[in-house]
């Protein structure tokens, strides 16, 4: 199995700010990797596909990168709404795994 | 709009069984594999397995080999998903989840349903 690796596991920041969450995956995955975010007591919701591709909806702030087994999701300027738990989540083969979670908390 | 309804909360015994329904709207049922995912309470996501809700032919994680099974009823656009041989670690929300791409098997995940929560206790 592919194991996903999140970090941080949690992150502290302001209403502004530029955030970077990182996503490691334990063998090379290609672009074959996907990014959701969750609310509490929410299911969760498709950010970015493909690495870097924006779901349709979700505000430009949220960006993608990587490939391999390197991956990044970046937030430009944090807003109310973004505080909350992101996954990435790898669909390069089965079984899917998923990281084990960046908490984005408010400073 | 595209929207999946599960069935509500359920609360079980260890050793039960529980079966989970998935109700699909807005699309051709059809067309699009569903894949279930559990999320234990303050933990991440684990992927169970997938269905295509044409042919009938599902795919299993390992772990949960000969304890689940995922199947449909397309005259009512639903999928469903019943685990067996229930244990206290069992203990989660299900979700399902609607392959974003048509019979794609690429293992994009949306939308999603609101969730089901299953608990097993005696």
Redesign the interface.
């Given at each position: 199995d592919i194991q996903m690796t999140q970090s941080p596991s949690s992150l502290s920041a302001s209403v502004g700010d530029r955030v970077t969450i990182t996503c490691r995956a334990s063998q090379s995955i290609s672009s074959?990797l996907?990014w959701?975010q969750q609310k509490p007591g929410k299911?969760?919701?498709?950010l970015i596909?493909a690495a870097s591709s924006l779901?349709s909806g979700v505000p430009s702030r949220f960006s993608g990168s990587g490939s391999g087994t390197d991956f990044t999701l970046t937030i430009s300027s944090l807003q109310p709404e973004d505080f909350a738990t992101y996954?990435c989540?790898?669909?390069?083969s089965?079984?899917?795994?998923?990281?084990?979670?960046t908490r984005l908390e408010i400073k | 709009q595209v929207q999946l309804v599960q069935s509500g909360a359920e609360v079980k015994k260890p050793g039960a069984s529980v079966k989970v329904s998935c109700k699909a709207s807005g699309y051709t049922f059809t067309s699009y594999d569903i894949n279930w995912v559990r999320q234990a309470t303050g933990q991440g996501l684990e992927w169970m397995g997938w269905m295509n809700p044409n042919s009938g032919n599902t795919g299993y994680a390992q772990k949960f080999q000969g304890r689940v099974t995922m199947t449909r009823n397309t005259s009512i656009s639903t999928a469903y998903m019943e685990l067996s041989s229930l244990r206290s670690e069992d203990t989660a929300v299900y979700y399902c989840a609607r392959e974003n791409i048509p019979h794609s098997g690429y293992g994009l995940f949306d939308p999603w349903g609101q969730g089901t929560l299953v608990t097993v206790s005696s």
């Amino acid at each position: 199995d592919i194991q996903m690796t999140q970090s941080p596991s949690s992150l502290s920041a302001s209403v502004g700010d530029r955030v970077t969450i990182t996503c490691r995956a334990s063998q090379s995955i290609s672009s074959y990797l996907n990014w959701y975010q969750q609310k509490p007591g929410k299911a969760p919701k498709l950010l970015i596909y493909a690495a870097s591709s924006l779901q349709s909806g979700v505000p430009s702030r949220f960006s993608g990168s990587g490939s391999g087994t390197d991956f990044t999701l970046t937030i430009s300027s944090l807003q109310p709404e973004d505080f909350a738990t992101y996954y990435c989540q790898q669909s390069y083969s089965t079984p899917r795994t998923f990281g084990q979670g960046t908490r984005l908390e408010i400073k | 709009q595209v929207q999946l309804v599960q069935s509500g909360a359920e609360v079980k015994k260890p050793g039960a069984s529980v079966k989970v329904s998935c109700k699909a709207s807005g699309y051709t049922f059809t067309s699009y594999d569903i894949n279930w995912v559990r999320q234990a309470t303050g933990q991440g996501l684990e992927w169970m397995g997938w269905m295509n809700p044409n042919s009938g032919n599902t795919g299993y994680a390992q772990k949960f080999q000969g304890r689940v099974t995922m199947t449909r009823n397309t005259s009512i656009s639903t999928a469903y998903m019943e685990l067996s041989s229930l244990r206290s670690e069992d203990t989660a929300v299900y979700y399902c989840a609607r392959e974003n791409i048509p019979h794609s098997g690429y293992g994009l995940f949306d939308p999603w349903g609101q969730g089901t929560l299953v608990t097993v206790s005696s």
